[in-house]
């Protein structure tokens, strides 16, 4: 199983980008988004599991959704700021979870990751 992301960029802060993950030729039942800066641990973004649920620095900027019909889920950044900054990763499992899975073992697949730059 592979996860591809896509969608990373250089953007001037309050700007927009949309980010992809295809699942190779399946679905999953819960997709998480994780970042990473440099010198920092890889820290949540945002899940969907049946329910959504984001980190409060991303709440209100960022939505995620899914399309299951192509495998993909997606992650709609807004009003970026520079603190964003960081190498976004997508993660799948088959797990259910009844409250958010935030953490980086609650995920079994992981993307390559895409780098979001914003400059200020």
């Known amino acids: 199983v592979q996860l591809q992301a896509s969608g990373g960029g250089l953007v001037q802060a309050g700007g927009s980008l949309r980010l992809s993950c295809v699942a190779s030729?399946?679905?999953?039942?819960?997709y998480g988004w994780f970042r990473q800066a440099p010198g920092k641990e890889r820290e949540f973004v945002a899940a969907?599991?049946?329910?959504?649920a984001y980190a409060d620095s991303v709440k209100g900027r960022f939505t995620i959704s899914r399309d299951n019909a192509k495998n993909t889920v997606y992650l709609q950044v807004n009003s970026l700021k520079p603190e964003d900054t960081a190498v976004y990763y997508c993660?799948?499992?088959?797990?259910?979870?009844?409250?958010?899975?935030?953490?980086?073992?609650?995920?079994?697949?992981w993307g390559q990751g895409t780098q979001v730059t914003v400059s200020s």
């Open positions: 993660a799948a499992t088959d797990r259910r979870y009844g409250t958010k899975p935030d953490r980086p073992t609650d995920y079994d697949y």
């Open positions: 030729g399946r679905t999953f039942v819960t």
């Open positions: 969907i599991f049946g329910s959504i």
